[in-house]
């Protein structure tokens, strides 16, 4: 009985090594605008940044879809750009506009970023509130954007397509460049310590822009500072997993995996799981990777996708999720019917 109760949870387990039959589950961007107690929530207190801020509010957030479909992982409900945010840039979310950060960096000019460790604060709160309410078979996941992906924002001010603001400055400018890479890994480091110390259990590093970089610039700006992160908070937190998800890695996958130190690799949905299980390291959890499109199609299109990620991905670790974040328009029932299908043993 003693041994039963320290066990890890099935997720926690998974990125220490574990294969489980059925997989864990947890869903990116599973609390949020989809769920219609989330959109009630937003209509009472306000604004996205509101509601990030208010540890009550994004606890309650978190929870919700843990209430309604019973995952493996709760998400601490935040975004990648408070970490900006805490380094002095100004944060907004406009009314069907994505974020924006004044002022935008594009000039390479960094002289004004001064951090700010109180900034995170609440979302230590929240951290700590969630890892309280849920029950211990389930493992609080905290999160932080990679180096990359938030300096694009922060140049550009801020998203975009091809990142070609960021990439020119990357280009014409390294050094330059390099000492705000280096800025980012310092908060980032302090901030995931944060979350571990509040009570985060694993972490995922998000690179959702690593797929815009060649090979020579994926090798500088993500695979470098992400193994200098991961090498960082080993030293501190030795014991807890890191989950990295460089989207759009495609082949440079194999080499992220291998370079960084990262526990886990999310694979994005244009990645076909066979291949990855050839090329990454064996034994190496695996997170992935249902298309969030196949998702809101539901039917047989679903239940062939859950079945050939399940089956490619058998021999190894694995939790299940999306490729992306789960979409806004995704049918409550069609993520029913995903549960459904993974509580089956293959």
């Known amino acids: 009985m003693a041994d039963q109760l320290h066990q890890d949870p099935p997720l926690l387990a998974v990125l220490k090594g574990e294969r489980r039959d059925p997989p864990p589950v947890w869903l990116m961007r599973q609390a949020g605008r989809y769920l219609p107690e989330y959109r009630a929530l937003r209509a009472e207190k306000g604004g996205f940044l509101e509601l990030v801020y208010d540890s009550d509010a994004a606890a309650e957030i978190t929870i919700q879809p843990l209430k309604r479909f019973g995952m493996d992982g709760a998400i601490l409900f935040s975004d990648i750009l408070i970490v900006p945010h805490a380094m002095g840039q100004g944060l907004s979310f406009g009314p069907g506009e994505g974020p924006q950060l004044t002022p935008a960096l594009h000039d390479g000019d960094f002289s004004q970023l001064e951090p700010n460790p109180l900034h995170f604060a609440k979302i230590y709160e929240t951290v700590a509130k969630v890892r309280k309410a849920i029950d211990p078979s389930v493992t609080m996941l905290g999160f932080a954007g990679s180096p990359w992906t938030i300096a694009t924002y922060m140049v550009a001010g801020h998203g975009s397509k091809d990142q070609a603001e960021t990439r020119r400055l ?137 079945t050939r990620i399940r089956h490619a991905l058998s021999g190894r670790p694995h939790i299940f999720n999306l490729g992306h974040g789960i979409l806004q328009d995704t049918p409550i029932e069609h993520v029913e019917h995903l549960f459904a299908l993974l509580k089956k043993p293959l």
Not at 172 to 191: H, M
Not at 239 to 268: N, Q
């Open 170 to 306: 990357a280009y014409k400018d390294p050094a330059r460049f390099q000492a705000l890479i280096d800025r980012i890994v310092a908060v980032t480091v302090d901030y995931l310590s944060g979350q571990i110390e509040a009570g985060a259990q694993a972490i995922q590093l998000f690179d959702s822009w690593a797929g815009t970089l060649s090979p020579a610039q994926f090798e500088r700006w993500v695979i470098a500072p992400n193994a200098d992160i991961v090498g960082r908070l080993m030293v501190r937190h030795p014991d807890v997993p890191i989950i990295g998800f460089p989207k759009g890695a495609g082949a440079k996958l194999a080499a992220y995996a291998a370079e960084t130190g990262v526990d886990a690799v999310g694979l994005d949905e244009t990645v076909d799981p066979a291949w990855a299980d050839t090329m990454l390291p064996p034994g190496m959890p695996v997170q992935g990777n249902l298309d969030p499109l196949a998702l809101i199609a539901g039917g047989e299109a679903l239940e062939q996708a859950v």
